[in-house]
């Protein structure tokens, strides 16, 4: 009743609505899900979707035909037909060279552009012969999840913080700072992911004490251990591995399935993104039953039955689960804080769910750990309490974040060392100075080397940029005095200056990773973005209305094939009708139409669509065995050319 | 100092005392001063963890996120300040070192460049009779640590850990009293440093397994 009322209420009651909310956002940018949340009201809410699902699948898909489509559609339906141009947990490329990716590759449907030039970033090879960054692909989910808020707030956005794990290294940062970028946003802050958990979890549960955080997601793993105290948040100490999460499990288990699976070929690309997905599948599955199975087809025209039982599952990520261990043990160590002294252990990532992961973590920790907020919302939920703050939302006064450098940065130094000139787990924004000097007689230029990590050895430690000071007058060796000054500002990027004192010589850079984008790269994309950006959002949006109207006039005409003698009189025409209204719309540039159209569709198809499913069930009870009636119901030819 | 917003003279706070705009920090302010603290190795941590909240809670950037860039600049300078302030004052041996680097003796443990000399720092190194002595402990050290002796291992730790204890007391008292007493704990500081080695070592990488 409330609703309806508030329909034919004046145009300008709509605003006093919106009064209460903040136009800035909170998104969390994850490996498999992306979320984006507002606080409305005084309480962090996620948006959803017209069918109320808040979680947009982090898959895009890249068509012959220019068009991109984000979300469970790319995932459930174009990935299945579309491997090479369907990119998944593209977070875990943001930032890297090619010669990092090579770990991840191990097991993927990718494809890589082998291209001449610039081969510092990876680029992936698509559809129509585009070869795209994992900074455009996260930027494309970003633009999904902005038109998403801008339709909830019914306007532009005033900025956005958007998540990233702990652990990510400076490249990492940039590279996630420079997507929102592209996507149009203001990128107010970028937040911890764990930190942001801690904020949604203290806020909500007013909790006071020493806390761990153990997020587990799809791609990285993260460990903070934070005070809270009184609206303050401060991290005492975090860890984590960057390239660790629920994709290792699956990837781990696909091997196995691969391995038992007679003559599948782990080269073709549809196969591995079968097998894949049947790993994911019994995954979730084995969540909450003790064995399952799936159906896969990894030959043409043989369907192979994959089982898998828990225990077997947990022998097979026991290894992979392990990885966790050094991380938290050293960020506890950090953090001068004993495991068993802790008030709470809070869970994030949807790799927490499974009972493996809650069994481990209860274990290492000696206390039950703490859920009540969903860990797939809970850092979306902390990022929209965040950006309310840095908005000037109300309420917030008292509350304070204090983050940390999650690795160690320095510069090379002779023989290959690593000068640590800020040190881990030190409170952002912070600074550091020192003096170099040449060693070589009239040396006149200096070459700055700056890295990240915790290895002695700059070979062993992420290299993030190398600049040269140039200009310095010829003098004998440690005669030149070198100034090189660090500063990490509250989104933990990093600058560097360096000034050669004994001339006021100066260099400055903004650290770009080696393996990264130019500013004039990352700039041109963002003004071919602003050209574009008003049809993008049209184009998207009619892409994926007619990826959806093809997948359902499909299945329906399989349908009426399959079971003509349920269709009663009058039916066939209506749905014919139906079929061409749809056909017609998609032929326009309206998606709105297309939606109608295919609402219509639905409306004229479903009594016979009943029909055959109750048909399909009855026969199941004569002696059909249930997965193959699931099969036949689910039997939907996949997008255009799909049959 | 006068105000970067207004023109007028800002008065000594982080904030304009006529307009209220947040003012660039002091580089050369005494990092004591900056948490409002005497300047001594007997601190009120409490007081001075205090005042570092307070003052974050108001120059921090996230107070500042959306206003104009100067005085975002500021904001970004003062919070590094205070951070940089806090992690000092909090650590025992940072404190140590920072109340003898203002006092002009150096005990870092970075090399200096040549013609750091110029300044009126003077640094200090350990006795060659102390560095034989740790020599030679982590030799033994080494020898337990290959034989698998965890027992030994753990013992010499134990040890080591009273020893630094006591030196880092020696060390505050002789800070506090001043005058000649800061040479010897200028030297005292410099072991404190190799004691902390050893202990790395002792606990160090490989020792006791994942879990």
Partial sequence: MADALFQIAEPGESRSKHACRTRAVGIDLGTTNSLVAIVDAGKPTALTDESGDAIVASVVHYGAGGDVVVGADARDRL????????????KRFMGRGPRDAEATRKLTPYQFFQGAGDQ???RFAVAGGRAVTPLEV??????????????????????????????????????????????????????????????????????????????????????????????????????????LGGDDFDRTIAEALLARADGADASDAHVVRRVLDAARALKEKLTTESEASVDVALAPGKTTTLRLTRSEMEALVTPVLQRCAPPLKRALADAGVERGHLSGVILVGGATRMPLVRRFVEEWFGQKPLADIDPDQVVALGA?????????????????????????LGLETMGGVAEKLIHRNTTVPCGARQTFTTFADKQTGFDLHVVQGERELVSECRSLARFTLKGIPPMPAGMARLEVT?????????????????????ASIEVK?????????VEKMILDSFAHAEDDVKARLLAEQRVEADGIVAAARAAMQDAPELLEDGEREAIDAALKGVEAARAGSDHHAIRQAVEALDHASKPFATRRMNRALEQGFRGRAVD???????ETPRGPGGR | MICWSCQRGAGAGPLCAACGALQPPDDAADLFGVLGQP????????????????????????????????????????????????????????????????????????????????????????????????????DELSAAKRAGDAVKVAFMAEEMRTRARETMKTIGQALDAGGGGLEDAARSLVALRYYQRFLDQASGEGGDGTL
Avoid at chain 1, 79 to 90: E, G, H, K, L, W
Avoid at chain 1, 513 to 521: F, V
Avoid at chain 2, 75 to 84: E, M
């Fill in chain 1, 384 to 408: 929209a309490i965040q950006a309310d703050m840095l908005a000037g939302g109300a309420g917030h006064d008292d509350v304070l974040l204090l983050d940390v450098v999650p690795l160690s």
């Fill in chain 1, 486 to 506: 660090f500063m990490v500002d509250a989104d933990g990027i990093l600058r560097v200056a360096a000034r050669e004192e004994t001339t006021g010589q100066e």
């Fill in chain 1, 138 to 243: 996260s930027a494309e989910i970003l633009r999904v999840l902005r038109a998403r808020a801008e339709e909830a707030l019914a306007g532009p956005l005033a900025g956005a913080v958007i998540t990233v794990p702990a652990y990510f290294d400076d490249g990492q940062r940039q590279a996630t700072r420079d997507a929102g970028r592209l996507a149009g946003l203001e990128v107010l802050r970028l937040l911890n992911e764990p930190t942001a958990a801690a904020l949604a979890y203290g806020l909500d549960k007013q909790a006071e004490g020493t806390f761990a955080v153990f997020d587990l997601g799809g791609g990285t793993f993260d460990v903070s251990i934070l005070k809270l105290e009184n609206g303050v948040f401060e991290v005492k100490s975090t860890g984590g591995d960057s390239a």
């Fill in chain 1, 79 to 90: 990935a299945v037909d579309f491997p090479r141009d369907t990119i998944a947990s593209v």
């Fill in chain 2, 39 to 138: 300047a001594r190795f007997a601190v009120d941590l409490a007081a001075a963890e205090s005042a570092y909240k307070d003052l974050s809670r108001q120059v921090h950037p996230d107070r500042f996120a959306t206003a104009d860039p100067q005085a975002r600049r500021a904001s970004l300078a003062r919070t590094v300040q205070l951070n940089q302030a806090w992690r000092t004052i909090k650590d025992p041996v940072r404190r140590a070192e920072y109340l003898l680097l203002r006092a002009g003796i150096d005990v870092g443990d970075k090399k200096p460049a040549p013609g750091d000399e110029t300044k009126a720092t003077h640094r200090v190194a350990a006795p060659p009779a102390f560095l034989i002595e740790i020599l030679e402990l982590n």
């Fill in chain 1, 120 to 122: 510092s970033v990876v």
């Fill in chain 1, 628 to 634: 193959a009636v699931d099969a036949t119901l689910n």
């Fill in chain 1, 513 to 521: 990773p080696s393996y990264g984008l130019t500013d004039d790269e």
